[in-house]
């Protein structure tokens, strides 16, 4: 017997209440050591800045994916080959018996003669007649296909589409050369009065052998005789082994067996012409071929000489910064074997000392003028530098083409070739 408050209890009572005292300290203690303790415990504070985080690192990695993303989709622009036309983007407003209203637009608003493209035809532009707050209106010849009022079109540089008996009354032989890739397509036009020199027009990035239309008149009064050729990736030429453009880096060979071509035909001494990229395979051909000791001159228009200029201005010109340009770079690394610095014209013109007539744009916004600059003050006694006001890219000949084909001839007589 036992007495609590006084009372004595039994025996087994005694024992029921021990065991169910032994039962609740269990259970008290089990919920202490579960508990979570207050230093354990996340606070909302914590809380946030961990979700913060996690926010960040995502929204990393979605910034990467679209950079990587936009990244190759503007290398795809320089190296993947595209002879789509367009883009038709500028308005024409009106059309009467020669003369064209069209929205007012730089491009619009150029002085000078531009081919006019649109989905099934095209024609002839040249000076302009009138400048109202929104459009401009300009003389229209050479009309082909229907162009009516909301047609959308495109100045192109390039004025005339079509071969040289076809476009300009100049006859021609069209020629295969035998290039490393296969036969590479070319118009040969002879001058009446050999001179022993050969012009090699070579065109820009996706571009036509209709480019040397306009300086081919100049170069057959002036004795030479020129190849205007196409080169891998064009169309009717074979295409890069993994279909892609290089820049210059391999499209030289094919200018060195234009060259091979024109001096197992008898000719003495070679000047070449390149246009945009063309400028980049013609330097590129200058310090590598072994043909270079032939060449007497060069024309440069617009060219490509150095790229990572060129791509900083690509990138500013859609709106980004230039430092976008990086990752586009890293893009076409990835994508074809590049060596930058090879392709730089500007840290190896000890080794393009040649005679070098040379035109750019002050209205180029795909190759920068400061590249031209910068090659014309590194070789002041080899190059003769014209910077053109109002001219766009490869648009030097098209502002002024009499004041352009003077200074062509005037170029070709210093060399002994007019």
């Known amino acids: 017997m036992s007495r609590v408050g006084g009372a004595a209890l039994p025996a087994g009572e005694l024992r029921r209440r021990a065991l169910e005292s032994s039962i609740l300290m269990a259970r008290m203690s089990d919920r202490i050591e579960t508990a979570p303790s207050a230093v354990d415990a996340p606070s909302p504070g914590h809380r946030r800045r961990r979700w913060l985080i996690l926010g960040l690192l995502l929204a990393g990695l ?24 367009g883009p038709f983007d500028l308005e024409v407003r009106a059309v009467e018996d020669g003369r064209v209203t069209l929205a007012r637009e730089d491009v619009s608003e150029r002085p000078g003669v531009y081919g006019l493209d649109w989905e099934g035809g095209r024609a002839i532009v040249g000076r302009i007649l009138a400048t109202e707050d929104d459009s401009v209106t300009r003389r229209l010849r050479a009309v082909e296909g229907s162009l009516e009022p909301g047609t959308e079109v495109a100045f192109d540089p390039h004025v005339w589409e079509g071969d040289p008996a076809q476009t300009i009354g100049l006859p021609f032989q069209e020629v295969e050369i035998e290039g490393e890739l296969g036969p590479l397509p070319a118009w040969r036009i002879d001058s ?35 190849l205007a050729i196409t080169y891998r990736n064009d169309e009717g030429a074979p295409p890069a082994p993994d279909g892609k453009h290089h820049l210059g880096l391999t499209e030289w060979r094919d200018l060195e067996a234009a060259a091979r071509y024109a001096l197992e035909h008898g000719t003495r001494q070679l000047v070449l012409i390149g246009y945009s990229m063309g400028g980049a395979i013609v330097t590129q051909f200058a ?27 690509g990138a500013t010109e859609v709106g980004f910064p230039a430092w976008t ?26 080794d393009l000392r040649l005679p070098t007539l040379l035109f750019h744009g002050t209205e180029d916004s795909v190759v920068p003028i400061s590249t031209s600059e910068e090659y014309a003050r590194a070789l002041p006694e080899d190059v003769t530098y014209y910077h053109v006001p109002r001219a766009g890219h490869v648009g030097n000949w098209n502002v002024d083409p009499r004041a352009y084909e003077r200074r062509l001839r005037a170029f070709l007589a210093s060399l002994g070739s007019a």
């Open 192 to 226: 009446p009065r050999a001179s022993g020199t050969w012009a090699i027009f070579v065109h820009g990035l996706n571009g036509t052998r209709e480019a040397a239309l306009r300086v081919a008149p100049t170069l057959r009064r002036a004795g030479l005789t020129t």
């Open 287 to 313: 310090q590598h071929s072994e043909l270079a000791d032939r060449v007497a001159g060069l024309v440069l228009d617009s060219p490509a000489l150095s790229w990572k200029p060129i791509l900083r201005l």
């Open 62 to 85: 979605v910034a990467l994916a679209i950079g990587a993303a936009t990244s190759w989709h503007y290398s795809s622009l320089v190296l993947v080959p595209d002879h789509e036309p």
């Open 325 to 350: 340009a990086v990752p586009v770079r890293w893009a076409i690394s990835l994508r074809i074997d590049v060596d930058w610095d090879r392709l730089d014209a500007l840290q190896h013109t000890d």
